[in-house]
Every structure is written in C-alpha cells, then in structure tokens.
C-alpha cells in the first residue's frame, strides 16, 4: 500500500496572487456531479433528514459548512433547505475553514451567532466544544458484493476453521457508513461462524453540558444520539475517527481478529493505520474494487515519527500549536501540556497562525520543537520541509517520559490522553523535589547527534520558574541596590544571534520631525497632479 503523507507545504513562501489563483483538487465523483437532479440531491445529502433534525431542535440560525470539493452543490442545497424551511430560520453557507475541513468550523459559525452546523463532506467526527453538529456524509456508491468477494480472497483463509472463535471489525470512511447494514449481512452470509462488530455512525452531535458549562473535563462521545446528553464527569465513550477498536476487540475473547476498512487511501486511513499498527487491518477500495492488506505498511512511518520524538528529547524550548478552536476539551489538552512541560522544566510558548506552512512558523526560530493540537486527521504532520520538528501531544508524553514509552502503540485522541493526567498529576506531585536534584546537571545522551548534551532548565521540578545561575544578569541602580533579571529563553535565542536587528543609535541621531503626510487614496491623493500628461 502507498501510505498516504501526512499534510507538508510545497514552498517556503509564494507570491500574494496565488491565494487568489490557486487550483483546488477536486476528486471527481458522484457527489459532485453536474448530472445530480433534485431527486438525487436530496438523497444524497439527506435534505429530509436535516430538514427534520432543524426543525425538532427549533434552530433559527443555520450554518452550512463545505469542503472546497462540495462547493459546487453549495447552492442548490441551501436553495432546496430555504424552501422546505421557514421564513424566520437563516441560513449561511461557510467555506474556507479556519483549519481542517474535517471538523466543524466554530470560529465561522460565531461569526453569524449560528445555533447549529451542517457539517457536509468527510468528517472526523471530533466531538465539539460549544455548538451542536448535524453530519452529512453523502452518500458514495459501494459494490457490496465485490467487496465481500476481495476482502474473502485476501484474508478468508484465516477463518477456515469453524472451531476457531474469530471476530470481523468493520471500519467505513463516513461516506459508505449508510452501506453498514448491508454489508454486515453480505458478511454473516459469507462467514456464519466469525462473529460481525460493525458500529453504526451517528450524524447528530450535541456538546455535553461539561462543555458548555466549562466544567471539569468530561470527554465527549460524538456517535452518542444527541437526544440524551451524557452526565459532567461521566465517559460515555471515545471520540472521533480514533474509535476504540482495540479496545473493542479486546473485550472479546477471541483466537483471531481483523479489521476490515472500506475507503481509499487518504489520511484518514493512514491515521487509522497508525492508531492500530497492532491490528491486522485489511483496506478494501470501492474505487479501485481492490482490497489489500496493510498489515505493517505504517511501519515506515512509526520509524518517522520515533525519529522525531528523539529530536524532542533534545528540545528545552517548545510552542503549542492551536491547530483547532472547536474540538472539545482541546483547552484542557493544552493546559495538560503546559502542566508537563513546566514540570519537565521546559519553556514553552502558546502560538495560533491558523493553517500552518514552513513560512510561518520560520518566524520563531527560538522555538526548538512545535507540539500540534488538533484533530485526530490533522495532528501528524509531515515536518521534513519545516525548520523545527512537529510533533503530536502523545509524542510529547513519550519524549518527557510522562508515564509513557514507544511501544508501537499510537494515540491520537484527546480523551485518551487525558484520562490518566490525573494519576500523573499526583505522582508529580508526591515527587521528592529533591530526589532528583543531584541529578539535574548530568548530560543526557542525543541519538540525533550522537553526543552528551547539557539541557537548560526552565523552572524547578515542582513547575515554579527560577532562572539557572547562568540565566540572570545583575543590574544595579543609581541607589546602588543590586537586582538580579532573568533573561528569557527568547532573550537568550536573540542574545546569541550574529545580527540582532538593525542598529539602534539610541541618544546619537536627532529625533525626526513631524510632517504632513498626503491624504486622499492611492488613485488620487490630493497633493498629486492627476492631469493627462503630467
């Protein structure tokens, strides 16, 4: 299989008008089809359905998201929602996400006050922090038949055995998950002894009310109905594309499990991949009607990712990418990453450029290592063309050894990765402070550079700044008193830069003096003779 990349930038800067000029990818299928009638509109994209859901909920502000793909049937499905809605319900259509298309745009949504978003095209499935989510896959065809036939000539052989008990997991990417039921039948026809899990998904989301109360963390469960809100405190199950599939299969005492997982290569599948590399997966393709195993096709890039959680190992400055403003919990995520680093005396910057590119994050150089929160589809980036390494939350936890070590295992939901912060939180904090002082000053060994390292420390082991000997410099007034100033970790960066900014002249140069400026616009400013021929 042809793992597919992780998101990187093309170039390290473009000019200004390729923004505007810019051709999107658009991948031909059915659901953008010049040949769709109304009939067909309404099936595909559910109108019915979202016109219900709209109106049992009695939202007055709608907002429609779309993918750069589905662009092209924006307009005829809010015509055909305005005509089956009432006068007093608005609706927008919002495109242009602020970060990934996969998950719903709150930041756009806030800006019309929107009581609800119909999220159309591939999703996550992240559950929300603030506004209830109505999901419309649409609806890709899917040769059931075929794809039992593939799937049975690639991995039958391991459920020949009747007395074998097996389990079968099926997997859809969100626009076969309306071929769920059929093919689970077609299944139990073809192996009546294996026993079928295939989940359904839900496309109606309501934040909890640990969410919208800014309680303490709760995690949410995006595929629970949203007419039963779960409990503050209560974890009714796990969220996003990251479904607990292991843990599925491991309540099951069984001899022999596969994942079966229908839809093409895309990022999506190759994060699957990655979130259970100790899975024996097979990926059935509805447009190529092939399947194929994937059994140990992530491994390359699990050694890509190890690689980078080594060159964090050997970073004492790192940023906090905001790479979402509406994944729930994505705040409490942060904060626990704060928590970590400061215990694990590193410094630590909390930065939001919107959707990231090499030129971007050039701008802070003094940032040794980026740690990227985002959604599940949008957290492992392909840093090869950046300056500094990107990593993931969970990378994090390994490289500052937060009760964590590679195993292989990769996790890249938020629920998981905060259930146990509060064990660590206490082990922190029954710590000895002292126990590890003698320890402070000894250098670790790099595996990037292959040699001893000293790292700077940034804080004590209880998480309270106070600056090395080497940090600080010493000022003394015109009273004589003696102060001591510690020098940040950016001071520290510029301080050791070769050019460090034009030259100041301060005291040397007179000061300037105030003149008019011109006025008008830039066609036509009024001290300018705009004349033919002048």
């Given at each position: 299989m042809s793992v597919a990349q992780p998101p990187a930038s093309g170039a390290f800067s473009t000019a200004g008008e390729d923004a505007i000029t810019r051709t999107v990818e658009i991948n031909s299928s059915e659901l953008t089809s010049d040949r769709i009638t109304d009939d067909d509109l309404d099936d595909l994209f559910e109108i019915a359905e979202t016109v219900q859901a709209i109106k049992e909920a009695n939202y007055k502000q709608i907002a429609l998201q779309f993918p750069d793909e589905l662009l092209g049937v924006s307009v005829p499905i809010y015509i055909r929602l305005k005509q089956l809605l009432s006068d007093d319900r608005d609706v927008y259509v919002l495109a242009d996400t602020t970060y990934g298309s996969c998950c719903v745009d709150e930041v756009a949504a806030a800006h019309i006050d929107a009581d609800v978003v119909v999220h159309y095209g591939h999703a996550c499935l992240s559950p929300t922090s603030r506004l209830p989510a109505i999901y419309v896959f649409g609806k890709r065809d899917l040769d059931v038949a075929d794809c039992v036939v593939q799937f049975s000539n690639t991995a039958g052989h391991h459920f020949e055995n009747p007395n074998t008990k097996s389990v079968l997991l099926v997997k859809t990417d969100v626009s076969y998950a309306h071929h769920i039921d059929a093919l689970r039948a077609a299944l139990e026809r073809q192996f009546p002894s294996v026993e079928i899990i295939a989940p359904a998904t839900r496309?109606?989301?309501?934040?909890?009310?640990?969410?919208?109360?800014?309680?303490?963390?709760?995690?949410?469960?995006?595929?629970?109905?949203?007419?039963?809100?779960?409990?503050?405190?209560?974890?009714?199950?796990?969220?996003?594309?990251?479904?607990?599939?292991?843990?599925?299969?491991?309540?099951?005492?069984?001899?022999?499990?596969?994942?079966?997982?229908?839809?093409?290569?895309?990022?999506?599948?190759?994060?699957?991949?990655?979130?259970?590399?100790?899975?024996?997966?097979?990926?059935?393709?509805?447009?190529?009607?092939?399947?194929?195993?994937?059994?140990?096709?992530?491994?390359?890039?699990?050694?890509?990712?190890?690689?980078?959680?080594?060159?964090?190992?050997?970073?004492?400055?790192?940023?906090?990418?905001?790479?979402?403003?509406?994944?729930?919990s994505y705040i409490h995520l942060m904060a626990h990453l704060r928590r970590i680093l400061s215990k694990a005396q590193k410094k630590c910057y909390t930065i939001s450029v919107g959707k990231l590119n090499p030129a971007k994050l050039a701008n802070f150089m003094e940032i040794e290592c980026f740690v990227l929160v985002a959604c599940p589809e949008n957290s492992v980036i392909d840093s090869r063309e950046f300056y500094r390494p990107i990593i993931t939350p969970f990378e994090l936890e390994v490289a500052l050894g937060q009760d964590r070590s590679w195993t292989g295992e990769y996790i890249l939901d938020f629920d998981h990765i905060l259930k146990n912060q509060?064990?660590?939180?206490?082990?922190?904090?029954?710590?000895?402070?002292?126990?590890?002082?003698?320890?402070?000053?000894?250098?670790?060994?790099?595996?990037?550079?292959?040699?001893?390292?000293?790292?700077?420390?940034?804080?004590?082991?209880?998480?309270?700044?106070?600056?090395?000997?080497?940090?600080?410099?010493?000022?003394?007034?015109?009273?004589?008193?003696?102060?001591?100033?510690?020098?940040?970790?950016?001071?520290?960066?510029?301080?050791?830069?070769?050019?460090?900014?034009?030259?100041?002249?301060?005291?040397?140069?007179?000061p300037s003096v105030l003149e008019q400026g011109r006025s008008g616009i830039a066609k036509g400013y009024q001290d300018v003779d705009h004349s033919p021929g002048s």
């Open positions: 496309r109606r989301y309501t934040p909890p009310l640990a969410a919208s109360t800014q309680a303490p963390y709760a995690p949410a469960d995006p595929e629970q109905p949203s007419e039963s809100l779960p409990s503050p405190g209560v974890k009714p199950g796990s969220s996003a594309t990251a479904q607990t599939t292991e843990v599925e299969i491991k309540d099951h005492s069984v001899e022999h499990s596969i994942i079966l997982y229908i839809g093409g290569e895309s990022l999506g599948l190759t994060n699957f991949l990655l979130t259970h590399s100790q899975s024996e997966v097979v990926s059935y393709d509805p447009q190529s009607r092939s399947a194929r195993n994937e059994t140990g096709s992530v491994n390359k890039l699990l050694m890509r990712r190890y690689a980078t959680i080594q060159k964090a190992r050997d970073a004492d400055v790192f940023g906090i990418l905001v790479g979402t403003l509406g994944v729930a509060g064990n660590q939180e206490q082990e922190i904090q029954e710590r000895d402070p002292n126990e590890d002082e003698d320890d402070s000053d000894r250098p670790s060994f790099s595996l990037i550079t292959g040699t001893y390292r000293h790292a700077k420390r940034y804080g004590d082991l209880r998480g309270n700044y106070i600056p090395t000997p080497n940090a600080f410099i010493s000022l003394r007034n015109n009273e004589g008193t003696l102060s001591q100033v510690s020098t940040s970790a950016a001071g520290e960066f510029l301080h050791g830069r070769s050019f460090q900014g034009l030259e100041q002249r301060l005291g040397q140069d007179a």
